[in-house]
């Protein structure tokens, strides 16, 4: 059981936009910063968003990213075929003393 | 651009001792303020943080890991270390290591190694 909870999975068709909420708590979400990592098949995570809203250069600015209280959400504007992936959130617990992750979202172009 | 390489046994024994090694590349390892990270996936889940090590030494693991799990540092090979130990099926799993700017944003990933462990 992830203390950050996501939907499994999300889909959309080609130029949609695409959210992908991560609900947290006091000791997580609402007290400190959330990141986002792609993960494509087969491959190591990459970081996607970070600071709950930057991008790290190279990074599409279709990918965006908020944080309100405790919970975040990642959108994708102009989905594309190679954004299917694998979408995980992860933030610093407070509780813990160590970062926690989502899930996960299996994110599906259709 | 700093490159990590996981390496080490792709099977162990139920009840051995798992070792990986992260090589760095690219930088120094004692460079900045970067926390060097261990996590693991297991096939088709999701991530988990096993702990980290600051360039001083210091470490922080996951509790639910704690016991099992020690990381070290090289600086003069520039590379950082995992061990757990007392391994069982639970522990079959993708290993990265990863540095981390801050908390839980980390910027470089290896491209991870799986680790079975297997009789």
């Known amino acids: 059981q992830s203390a950050l909870t996501q939907p499994p999975s999300a889909s959309g068709t080609p130029g949609q936009r695409v959210t992908v909420s991560c609900s947290g708590s006091?000791?997580?979400?609402?007290?400190?910063?959330v990141n986002w990592y792609q993960q494509l098949p087969g491959t190591a995570p990459k970081l996607l968003i970070y600071s709950s809203d930057q991008r790290p250069s190279g990074v599409p600015d279709r990918f965006s990213g908020s944080k309100s209280g405790t919970s975040a959400s990642l959108a994708i504007s102009g989905l594309q075929s190679e954004d299917e992936a694998d979408y995980y959130c992860a933030v610093w617990d407070d509780s813990l003393s160590g970062p926690v992750f989502g899930g996960g979202t299996k994110l599906t172009v259709l | 651009q700093v490159q990590l390489q996981e390496s080490g046994p792709g099977l162990v024994k139920p009840s051995q001792t798992l070792s990986l090694t992260c090589a760095v590349s690219g930088g120094s390892i004692s460079s900045g303020t970067y926390y060097w990270n261990w996590i693991r996936q297991p096939a088709g889940k999701g991530l988990e943080w096993i702990g980290r090590i600051y360039t001083s030494g210091s470490t922080n693991y996951n509790p639910s890991l704690k016991s099992r799990v020690t990381i070290s540092i090289d600086t003069s090979k520039n590379q950082f270390s995992l061990i757990l130990s007392s391994v069982t099926a639970a522990d079959t799993a993708v290993y990265y290591c990863?540095?981390?700017?801050?908390?839980?944003?980390?910027?470089?990933w290896g491209q991870g190694t799986l680790v079975t462990v297997s009789s």
């Open positions: 006091s000791s997580n979400i609402e007290s400190n910063t």
């Open positions: 990863a540095r981390a700017r801050y908390l839980a944003w980390f910027d470089s």
